[in-house]
């Protein structure tokens, strides 16, 4: 089946009807589909499919150690775009595709991956799958993850029909690269007018839960100067943290709120927001979150209301394998390489110490986690091109 016709398989599995964004939360019905239409791809294919009890599968072509291992996830944020995390894994089954028809014998395995809760979007840490795969996650810290309607992890995962068996996966063991396409997820390779480019680095970043809380109370009987007002310091923390990111040339992000209880006519005992925050460096990052942090307890301090802040999923900084970065832009007629603020599980399998590499494929727009995000079908098949001539290379 050719990459279009795949694309087009895929494209309505969860999609929204009212904004054309996916919805496809780990474990929830449309991702279930997803991961179907996977299997079932791998199997016409006659790849080895092999799953993990963290929810993780790859399909082999070719059997032993040392494998070419690419591919991406299928699950998206809420109401996120087409490309991010599907490119990768049916441009990898594409490629494969390609390399048998151009006759090629890998001589050394190639893998197709799909890891599961990339984007945390439910369970709340990123790279789930893949942390939990190489043991950056402990089995114990990830069962007591709840998502938002309490539904515990090994829940979810059992109510999906999978047998639950949170830990350092197996299927790793046989990986010796990994290379993730992945949409562009800004405009760099609009900027050079090229349609691939090739990852150096992913910056640190980590999401961190800010709970204020005040006093409940009326909204019409209670004098302004009595409140304790926990939106009042959320507020101005959110419009702060915009603030500092933009004067160090960092990065920061509320982009997701919780009121309690949520009625037009209280004053809110608690808000809870979450911050995403990236940064250039480890140490701009923890000098961003910690001056928030400040000036969000400063303001608790003046409204009456209190401040906790608890970092929830926290990533170092990544620097992709160099080598394997100039191999393959050498590979791909010297495609840039080029760092990039997003965390992907390639972030997590190189910290892990396995040789890791990333292909981007140009996004015109450079809109990403919303529905307007895109990429041409002509750079997507150049990217189906380069992995392909990028997997022969490294698999020779
Ligand atoms: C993953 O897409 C992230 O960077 O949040
Ligand atoms: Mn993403
Ligand atoms: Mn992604």
Redesign the pocket.
Known sequence: MSFEAMWRDLSPVGRSGISGGYHRQPFAAAEREAMTWFTEQCRARDLRLRMDGNGNAIAWWGDGPGGVLTGSHLDS?IDGGAY?GPLGVVSALAAIDELRDRGVTPGRPIGVGVFCE???SRFGI?CLGSRLATGSIGPQQAASLHDRDGVALLDAMAAAGLEPDLGPSPLLQDVGTFVELHVE?GRDLVDRDRAVGVASEIWP?GRYRFDFRGEANHAGTTRMEDRRDPMLSYAMTALAANKQARLGGQRATFGRVDVIPNGTNAVPSQVTGWM?ARGESEEALAALVGEVERLGTERAGRDGTTLEMTPESVSAAVRFDRDLAARISGVLDGAPVIPT????DAGVLSAAGIPTAMLFVRNPTGV??SPAEHAEMADCLAGVTALADVLAELAR
Do not use: K, L, T
């Open positions: 944020v991010d990339e984007e945390g990123a997820q970043h995403d603020m997003a965390g992907h990403s986690h």
